[in-house]
Every structure is written in C-alpha cells, then in structure tokens.
Nanobody, 121 residues
Framework: VQLQASGGGLVQAGGSLRLSCAAS????????MAWYRQTPGKQRELVAS????????NYANAVKGRFTISRNNAKKSVYLQMNSLEPEDTAVYYC???????????????WGQGTQVTVSS
C-alpha cells in the first residue's frame, strides 16, 4: 500500500491550498483517513481526520473553521481544503490511512511521503 500526497506549495497569508492524497495497492477497505503536520523540532500533530463513511470529522482547534477534510472512497483519496492560511500553518503535511488489505486481515496504519506547505506573511 502506498499513499501519494500532493498539492503543497508556497502561498501568501490569507490564501488557500488543497492537498490531495491517493492510496494505491492491495486494499480491501480504508477506515479512518487523516492529515497530520510537522515542523522542525516539534512532534507530528493531528490536523484533521475523517471516518470511513465521511460522516464523522475531527479538527485541531487551530484549524477549525478554516480547513475542511473530505474523501472520495471510489478514488481511495482524502483531501484537505485549507483556507485563510496563516504563517503558523507552515509545515510538512502528511496523510495517513488505516487500511485493511484483505477480508480477514488486520488493520494497519500507512503514511504518505509528506508535502511542504509554506505560508508567507
């Protein structure tokens, strides 16, 4: 299983970016998907998560009202729409997925390679 993240870049404060992450490989089911971020010297932190059906979402307080997580199960993808970006949002963003590879297999957590988001003031 591989997760490929894309969509990062450089944007001015107040701007928007949309991150995408697509899963590929032998996949029976994808449960919770999420976005995390990390800055140098700090622990990776949860930004947002979404349940398998997309009906339950969870956001870090710092991004509530500005970021929206969504998913497309047919495309095995998760997205993060980031609006009203602030310099404090600058980080490497990682996607994560809890994947079951076959009908009776155990769920495992997989990570994408990270995509850099830089917000200039």
């Amino acid at each position: 299983v591989q997760l490929q993240a894309s969509g990062g870049g450089l944007v001015q404060a107040g701007g928007s970016l949309r991150l995408s992450c697509a899963a590929s490989g032998s996949i029976f089911r994808i449960n919770t998907m999420a976005w995390y971020r990390q800055t140098p010297g700090k622990q990776r932190e949860l930004v947002a998560s979404i349940s398998s059906g997309g009906d339950n979402t969870n956001y870090a307080n710092a991004v509530k009202g500005r970021f929206t997580i969504s998913r497309n199960n047919a495309k095995k993808s998760v997205y993060l729409q980031m609006n009203s970006l602030e310099p404090e949002d600058t980080a490497v963003y990682y996607c994560s997925a809890n994947v079951i590879v076959s009908r009776f297999a155990t769920e495992y957590n997989y990570w994408g390679q990270g995509t850099q988001v830089t917000v200039s003031s």
